[in-house]
């Protein structure tokens, strides 16, 4: 889901856990995933459009 002002994604992941992602640029956007299931996981990552 992208929120009303665009620059906010949510994505709920099939196989537990979700995403959400701020844009920070027209090419670029900060992701976050988490999983609250044991073991729990997070990672964070940059993503460039080159």
Known sequence: MISPDGMTLT???KDGGYSYGT???????????ADNAEPFEVAIDSLRKS
């Open 11 to 13: 994505i709920v992941e």
């Open 23 to 33: 844009f920070i640029g027209p090419d670029e956007i900060d992701l976050v995933y």
